[in-house]
Each structure stands twice: as C-alpha cells, then as structure tokens.
C-alpha cells in the first residue's frame, strides 16, 4: 500500500502565501485600484491562465506575462512583467510552510510508503518540499510537468502508481481539490480521500473525506492489517 499526498494546501500552505504575495504586489505596482479588487483581478487571472500552462497550450512566461498585463497594465513589456512577477514569486516563496497537521500526519505514517503527486512545475513544487524539510519523507515525487499530464487526468495517477509497482486499489490519494484530488484519483482507481480544510462539503460530495489530517486515522481505507500507525508523538 502506498498513500500520496497534493502538496498546495495539503501539505505546504499555499493560499496564505498567495495572498500574501498578491498584496505585497499591490504595493510594488502602485496601483489605483483597490487592495481587495486587484486581489480578485488576480486570483481570476491565475484562474483562467494556470490551466493553460498545465495543459502545455502556454509556456509558464507566457502564462505570468499574460496575469500581468490583465492585472496591472495591458502595456507592459516583458521585461516589466517579469520582473513584477519575479517579485510577487519571491514574496510567495517567503511564506512557503508546513501546515500545522502535517508533521504530526507524517510522522504516524513512518512505516507506510508514502508519495507526492502534484500539478505545477516541477522544480517550484519540489522546492517547497525541500525548503519545509520533508522533502526526503517521500519516497516518490511526481509533478505534471514531469509527464505532461495534470490532475484531474487518470493518467497522472496510474503513472505514479505504476513507478513504484503499485496497482492504483493498492493507494491512497489525499488532497484538498474534491475534482482534482478526490474525483481525480478515484477515476484512476485509487481511493481518493478530500481533505476539505475549508469545510464546504455539502450532499452532493462523497466519501472519503476528511476535515484534517489528523482524521485519516479514522478512515477504514487507510488502516489495512498490514498497516502499522504509529502514534501520536508528545508535543
């Protein structure tokens, strides 16, 4: 058995750090707009652009230049828009951290081969794993830049299934997308679990899901009678 985990907002705290980031371009910009409206501006920009760029349709320059000009002014060249994203990645970069259930999850799974399948790019998604120090907890690492195919793609899963000699009803995905992550996963086969940190469910999703990591352990799909948890470590 093997579980696999997404990364953005799973393990690493990604939205904080977005927003975070997103205001610390406001401020870089100088713009007129307001904080609240530039935030929305650029959240839909990301929305409708990042997709693009998984898919292979944009290059990842083109993709941020594009976030850029519809954010901030259509006039700007490529070197002022790059250099106003580089800006904006950096900030996004600081506030990169493991999210508080993460190390205690993590550290109750010791004897359970463990993986990451994530969509973005390769090196940005590793690096968060390495700049938090848990990099070296997984036993295998898969990006959709890797392969060229991103959640909720069935492929991706298999792939990664098939790398570490695992039939997908032998894992476990967890992740915090109900379509990307849950739907996505199951669709290949595995057990998807959704991690709805925000607390959104509603009738129309289904199990697993779970509100923390600490509540995998509750989960019958992840405790197989060869599965040994360890248990919670004192704080």
Known sequence: MVIFFD???TLISHSS????????????????????????????????YYPRFLSGELTYAATTRARAREAIDPSLSDKEADD??????AAYEAGWSVLPDVLPCLDRLTSVRLGVISNGRADEQRRKL?????????????ISEDC??????PEIFR???????????EAVYIGDHYELDACGARNAGLCGVWLDRRGVASQDHQ??????LGELFQLAEVQPPNIRMEPTRPS
């Open 84 to 89: 106003l994203f580089g800006g904006y990645l």
């Open 148 to 153: 060229g195919r991103a959640k909720p793609n």
């Open 207 to 212: 199990g697993p899901m779970i509100r923390s």
């Open 7 to 9: 990364i953005d907002d």
């Open 159 to 169: 792939l990664a299934c098939d790398a570490i000699c695992v039939s997908p009803t």
């Open 130 to 142: 390495v700049s938090t120090e848990i990099y070296d907890r997984f036993e295998y690492i898969l």
């Open 17 to 48: 750090a977005m927003r975070a980031a997103t205001i610390a371009l406001h401020q870089n910009a100088n713009l007129s707009i307001t904080l609240e409206a530039f935030l929305e501006t650029w959240h839909d920009a990301h929305r409708r």
